[in-house]
Structures are given as structure tokens and as C-alpha cells.
């Protein structure tokens, strides 16, 4: 990868808690023997402005819960106040009406909210809470205080896309359209570094499943309701594959960085830790041109042949 002038994607994990223990997720085996950690807003602060001072956005969000960082709408506020971007993702448990109201009065740029099933006992076999119906009503409030606010903050819906999921699609089209959520993303579920239990055998479905989906019945169904909806693609494959080690960034919450999520499990990945060092020094290291030259050579990690987080408009 030929680092781009700058950086444009920085992703930083602001805390390694989690309010759900989602089936499918890493979350789990990436942290259930680490300490919990949040990102203070003074070290946020120190590190942004050494290494990230403007013309990016910011994406707060890692495999845990975004909202438990209780100085994530400071940091939000100083990127916004520096003329950066950000965009939050959350699993909406938390997104009550004051943190909408901060939402839009912040105007952040972007909100993702997870939410791939309109069955609440489906929810809460996935997620391991029953929660379904707090998190459709914290939509709703977010919604309505981005309205009355005349806030820009665009909402995106994350929908993971599995067997037991797949025929939720429509209904969750139909929430969206009914609340004005304008955009939706079906993720193909990802194993991970995980070695594929019982519920990855069940629920995960292969890439050619995947593509063999009724894609022109959603998009229909999609169009009516002036949704555009996006869904993984396996072009992390292809030639030239993904451009993102050259213009993003993912930060661990101990400031460690890697190309992007997927490669915090490897330590032969860490590209250098921006407590300890600048960007520019990590982006001149050599572990970042050994990762580099494999991505310039139009190939890619093992890490990212499960990868299902580059998308295409269906
Ligand atoms: C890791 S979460 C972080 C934000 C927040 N905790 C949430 O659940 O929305 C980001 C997105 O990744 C999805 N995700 C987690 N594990 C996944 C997997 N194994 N395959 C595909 N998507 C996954 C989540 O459902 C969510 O939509
Ligand atoms: S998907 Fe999000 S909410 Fe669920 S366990 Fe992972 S990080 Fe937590
Ligand atoms: S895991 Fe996916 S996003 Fe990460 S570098 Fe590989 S292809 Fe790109």
C-alpha cells in the first residue's frame, strides 16, 4: 500500500466494554480476559492532536459499545469543532433521548445502529437481551430530535445478515421507511479469527448464498420506501482489492494501530502505538511497508478472506 498523502478513516475503539454479549461477535473472545478500558477525553485529545489535527473523519467504534465511554460526545464535539467528521456506531441500547438530543445537537455526521431482526425473542437469542423494543423506541427518539434540530445526521442501519435474519429484511425496510431511516447495510456474518462453533455452522452462509439472494425484490421493496441499501461484497479478493491501508487507520482503545479491525488478534499486524509514536512514524515503519507491499501487489492477509466489510449498492 502507497500511503495516501493523509490519512482520510480514523476508527478508534474508545472503550472495550460491551452492554450485549452478541453471539456472533468477537467482542467475546477478544475481551472477555482483558481488563476494561476507557479512553479518557484528555489522552484522546493528546493523541488526535499529535498525529490527526484535521480533514478526516472520525468513526468511534470498535467491537464493543460506543455510548458505555461516557467523554465520547466531547470527543465528538472537539472533532466537530475542529471541522473533522464523525460518525458513532452503536447497538442503540443506550441511545436514550438525551443522547439523541446530543446527537443532533452536535449534528454528527453519521449514527449506525445495529438491527437485523423485528422478532424480539430472535433478539434476544442473538444479542443475549431482550431488548428489542427499547432499542425500535430510542430509533424513534433519535429521529425525532435530528428532525426538530434540522440536524444533517444521516442514521444507518447495520443488519447482520444470517439464516435466522434473512427473512427480516423486509420488515426492517418497512421501519426504517416508516421513520425516515434512509440507508441500509447488510453484513454478511463474519467467523473471524474464531474457528466455526455450532452457531457460525448454522447461521453463516456462504458467499455464493450470499449472492444467490433476492436482491431486485429488496431493491424494489427498498426504492418504494427511498432506501438505498448497500451489502457486503467479496471484493477484498479481487485485484486490486481493499484500498483502505492506505487511507484509514483503526485504533485499539491502548492506542495500538492496525490496518483495520480485523487484524487486532495478530500482534505481527500492530502497525506502532500512537501514545508512543506519530502517525507519520507508523506509516513509515516497516511493518507498515511488509503489510503495505502485500496490498500493493493486488493480494491481501488471510485475516481479510472472511472479510465482509467493503460494500457494493445492491
Ligand atoms: C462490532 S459492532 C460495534 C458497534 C455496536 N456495538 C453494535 O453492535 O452496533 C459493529 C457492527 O459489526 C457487527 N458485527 C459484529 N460481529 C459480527 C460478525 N461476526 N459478522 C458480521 N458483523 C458483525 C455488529 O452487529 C455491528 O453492526
Ligand atoms: S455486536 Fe456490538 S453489541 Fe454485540 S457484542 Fe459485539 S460489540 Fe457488543
Ligand atoms: S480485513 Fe477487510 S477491511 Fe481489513 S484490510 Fe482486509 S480486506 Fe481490508
Given at each position: 500500500m502507497k500511503p495516501s498523502e493523509r490519512i482520510e478513516t480514523v476508527q478508534v475503539e474508545v472503550t472495550t466494554a460491551c452492554n450485549l454479549g452478541c453471539t456472533f461477535c468477537p467482542h467475546m473472545s477478544l475481551y472477555r480476559d482483558r481488563t476494561e478500558r476507557h479512553v479518557g477525553f484528555d489522552e484522546f485529545r493528546e493523541v488526535f492532536d499529535r498525529s490527526f489535527p484535521q480533514w478526516h473523519v472520525t468513526i468511534f467504534s470498535g467491537f464493543s459499545e460506543t455510548l458505555l465511554n461516557h467523554d465520547v460526545f466531547k470527543m465528538i464535539e472537539y472533532e466537530k469543532a475542529r471541522g473533522n467528521s464523525a460518525i458513532l456506531a452503536t447497538n442503540g441500547l443506550l441511545l436514550d433521548s438525551e443522547r439523541a438530543q446530543q446527537i443532533a445537537d452536535l449534528d454528527v455526521d453519521g449514527v449506525t445502529v445495529t438491527l437485523d431482526t423485528m422478532v424480539p425473542s430472535r433478539y434476544a437469542e442473538l444479542r443475549g437481551v431482550d431488548a428489542l423494543p427499547v432499542v425500535l423506541r430510542n430509533l424513534g427518539s433519535l429521529q425525532e430530535a435530528i428532525r426538530s434540530k434540522g440536524a444533517s445526521?444521516?442514521?444507518?442501519?447495520?443488519?447482520?445478515?444470517?439464516?435466522?435474519?434473512?427473512?427480516?429484511?423486509?420488515?426492517?425496510?418497512?421501519?426504517?421507511?416508516?421513520?425516515?431511516?434512509?440507508?441500509?447495510?447488510?453484513?454478511?456474518?463474519?467467523?473471524?479469527?474464531?474457528?466455526?462453533?455450532?452457531?457460525?455452522?448454522?447461521?453463516?452462509?456462504?458467499?455464493?448464498?450470499?449472492?444467490?439472494?433476492?436482491?431486485?425484490?429488496?431493491?424494489?421493496?427498498?426504492?418504494?420506501?427511498?432506501?438505498?441499501?448497500?451489502?457486503?461484497?467479496?471484493?477484498?479478493?479481487?485485484?486490486?482489492?481493499?484500498?483502505?491501508?492506505?487511507?484509514?487507520?483503526?485504533?485499539?482503545?491502548?492506542?495500538?494501530?492496525?490496518?483495520?479491525?480485523?487484524?487486532?488478534?495478530?500482534?505481527?499486524?500492530?502497525?506502532?502505538?500512537?501514545?508512543?509514536?506519530?502517525?507519520?512514524?507508523?506509516?513509515?515503519?516497516?511493518?507498515?511497508?511488509?503489510?503495505?507491499?502485500?496490498?500493493?501487489?493486488?493480494?491481501?492477509?488471510?485475516?481479510?478472506?472472511?472479510?465482509?466489510?467493503?460494500?457494493?449498492?445492491?
Amino acid at each position: 500500500m502507497k500511503p495516501s498523502e493523509r490519512i482520510e478513516t480514523v476508527q478508534v475503539e474508545v472503550t472495550t466494554a460491551c452492554n450485549l454479549g452478541c453471539t456472533f461477535c468477537p467482542h467475546m473472545s477478544l475481551y472477555r480476559d482483558r481488563t476494561e478500558r476507557h479512553v479518557g477525553f484528555d489522552e484522546f485529545r493528546e493523541v488526535f492532536d499529535r498525529s490527526f489535527p484535521q480533514w478526516h473523519v472520525t468513526i468511534f467504534s470498535g467491537f464493543s459499545e460506543t455510548l458505555l465511554n461516557h467523554d465520547v460526545f466531547k470527543m465528538i464535539e472537539y472533532e466537530k469543532a475542529r471541522g473533522n467528521s464523525a460518525i458513532l456506531a452503536t447497538n442503540g441500547l443506550l441511545l436514550d433521548s438525551e443522547r439523541a438530543q446530543q446527537i443532533a445537537d452536535l449534528d454528527v455526521d453519521g449514527v449506525t445502529v445495529t438491527l437485523d431482526t423485528m422478532v424480539p425473542s430472535r433478539y434476544a437469542e442473538l444479542r443475549g437481551v431482550d431488548a428489542l423494543p427499547v432499542v425500535l423506541r430510542n430509533l424513534g427518539s433519535l429521529q425525532e430530535a435530528i428532525r426538530s434540530k434540522g440536524a444533517s445526521t444521516e442514521v444507518i442501519i447495520n443488519y447482520v445478515l444470517m439464516r435466522s435474519t434473512a427473512g427480516c429484511i423486509r420488515d426492517v425496510l418497512d421501519l426504517m421507511g416508516r421513520e425516515g431511516i434512509g440507508s441500509l447495510f447488510l453484513i454478511k456474518l463474519m467467523q473471524g479469527s474464531q474457528s466455526p462453533g455450532p452457531f457460525h455452522k448454522s447461521e453463516g452462509m456462504s458467499w455464493d448464498e450470499h449472492e444467490a439472494m433476492d436482491y431486485e425484490a429488496i431493491r424494489a421493496h427498498a426504492d418504494r420506501l427511498g432506501i438505498t441499501v448497500h451489502r457486503s461484497s467479496r471484493a477484498s479478493l479481487h485485484d486490486p482489492g481493499c484500498s483502505l491501508p492506505s487511507s484509514a487507520i483503526y485504533l485499539t482503545s491502548s492506542w495500538d494501530a492496525f490496518v483495520c479491525p480485523f487484524h487486532v488478534n495478530n500482534v505481527e499486524y500492530r502497525l506502532g502505538n500512537l501514545k508512543e509514536s506519530t502517525i507519520e512514524e507508523v506509516r513509515s515503519s516497516e511493518q507498515f511497508k511488509r503489510l503495505g507491499a502485500v496490498f500493493e501487489a493486488g493480494s491481501h492477509l488471510p485475516e481479510c478472506r472472511d472479510c465482509a466489510c467493503l460494500f457494493e449498492l445492491i
